[in-house]
């Protein structure tokens, strides 16, 4: 008999939270280790659980899903991570995966698919919500053709932008390229100024066209 798959739920949302519980609970092949209300409350008991599969939330109060899995992917390596999201944005599909997630799904997913995802994951997949996946495949076309005016950035501010559009901070840019952050700024400075643009969201959806 295959192992019982070990899973945690983190999600600020209790009737959502508890709707997956009893879906997992049900599956029969499944069981639900431990719920947290917010991504601080999982970190502070990563290391004592015993997990294979965590569902996270992206939109939580306070540390978000992204950065939730950016802090805990370094701690616990073998643990996968499922989004669970209302967002259907390239953006921060790029985002969670660049962070350590596995895997990206919508919260309207059914829930047979919801569980087979847990198991496809478990046994090294990437579940993708086809909507999702086809989105992932068109902005790494549309990217080809037409992201950002490459032609008027330089290589540096390519690399600094790449940082920007997978939500790292500007320490986290500066430590990846080993420059100064003050230095990450200024190139900062300089992208939107070639971009047009007034912020690093403005400068995503350039990277992301249509978003």
Excluded at 169 to 191: D, N
């Amino acid at each position: 008999m295959a192992a019982t798959i070990r899973t945690a739920i983190v999600e600020d949302d209790h009737e959502l939270r508890e709707l997956i519980r009893r879906r997992i609970v049900r599956s029969g092949d499944m069981q639900v280790v431990r719920v947290f209300n917010n991504g601080d409350e999982f970190l502070e008991r990563l290391d004592e659980l015993e997990l294979h599969v965590v569902l996270m939330d992206i939109n939580m109060d306070g540390r978000n899903g992204i950065e939730t899995v950016r802090a805990a992917k370094p701690r616990r390596p073998e643990v996968q991570y499922l989004m669970l999201t209302i967002f259907e944005n390239p953006a921060y599909i790029f985002q969670a995966l660049c962070a350590g997630a596995t895997g990206y799904l919508t919260k309207s997913t059914p829930e047979e698919e919801l569980l087979e995802a847990v198991r496809d994951i478990h046994r090294g997949g990437s579940p993708m919500n086809s909507a999702i996946a086809r989105m992932v495949v068109n902005s790494l076309h549309k990217g080809t053709q037409q992201r950002i005016n490459d032609e008027q950035l330089s290589e540096r501010e390519k690399q600094v932008l790449d940082g920007l559009a997978a939500g790292l901070q500007y320490k986290e840019i500066a430590a990846k390229l080993e420059l100064s952050t003050e230095t990450v700024r200024v190139h900062v400075r300089r992208i939107y100024s070639k971009l047009q643009v007034r912020g690093r969201m403005e400068a995503i959806r350039k990277v992301y066209p249509g978003q």
